[in-house]
């Protein structure tokens, strides 16, 4: 079966510090990966997808970054936090393909200070 | 106007009653259609999906969707306080590979 697993679970960060999330998803092969971010009594504002190694889509332009250095490794970077990054991040996959169902991993809850 | 609405609720229903969730969609070329529940800090979890017209049924659970008026809804038979969560409705076209969420119902099953 497959599972997502992403990290860290809770961070506090300071204003302009770097960051850094990762998800990993097993048990299937070249899967589309999402970044999402979720504020605060807001609704899920799609981030990021990648269909493939080194193939990302940004729907948001912002200080965030995503790569996929390996097939089942999507990470979320960005190298100067503002305030308003603060929220809850989630990683999703879905099968390869058009128009299948999205699975979420854990999410990891961002506080920028 | 918004991809996808949902009245942002609270929705209070007592146990045991139907709780019936209602989602507009914008995107009429929009073919696949996801219920996902969310507790309080949690991450979002599949409860149904959709594609056809009419009506579909999982336990509890059933979803309805109408293309020509561009509506879904999920109704939950003999809630129970366990419900109580924030309900998504998302939809993806075979366009593209990006799933829209609404902002989410709020639901409280009260005892």
């Known amino acids: 079966s497959q599972t997502i697993h992403q990290w860290p679970a809770t961070l506090v960060q300071p204003v302009g510090s770097p960051l850094s999330l990762e998800c990993t998803v097993e048990?299937?092969?070249?899967?589309?990966l999402y970044w999402y971010r979720q504020a605060a009594g807001r609704g899920l504002q799609l981030l990021f997808y990648?269909?493939?190694?080194?193939?990302i889509s940004s729907e948001v332009p912002q200080n965030l970054s995503a790569s996929r250095p390996q097939d089942r490794q999507f990470i979320l970077s960005s190298k100067k936090l503002l305030l308003s990054d603060s929220g809850f991040y989630l990683c999703?996959?879905?099968?390869?393909?058009?128009?299948?169902?999205?699975?979420f991993g854990e999410g990891s809850w961002l506080t920028v200070v | 106007q918004k991809e996808v609405e949902q009245n942002s609720g609270p929705l209070s229903v007592p146990e045991g009653a139907i709780a019936s969730l209602n989602c507009t969609y914008s995107?009429?070329?929009?073919?696949?259609f996801f219920w996902y529940r969310q507790y309080s800090g949690k991450s979002p979890e599949l409860i149904m999906s959709?594609?056809?017209?009419g009506d579909k049924e999982d336990g509890r659970f059933t979803a309805q969707l109408n293309k020509a008026s561009q509506y879904v809804s999920l109704l939950i038979r003999d809630s129970q306080p366990s419900d109580s969560a924030t309900y998504l409705c998302?939809?993806?076209?075979?366009?593209?590979?990006?799933?829209?969420f609404g902002t989410g119902t709020r639901l409280t099953i009260i005892p």
């Open positions: 999703a996959w879905a099968p390869p393909g058009r128009g299948y169902t999205i699975y």
């Open positions: 048990g299937t092969s070249n899967p589309n």
């Open positions: 990648s269909v493939g190694i080194g193939q």
């Open positions: 995107d009429r070329v929009s073919q696949s």
């Open positions: 959709i594609y056809s017209n």
């Open positions: 998302a939809v993806i076209n075979f366009g593209n590979e990006k799933l829209t």
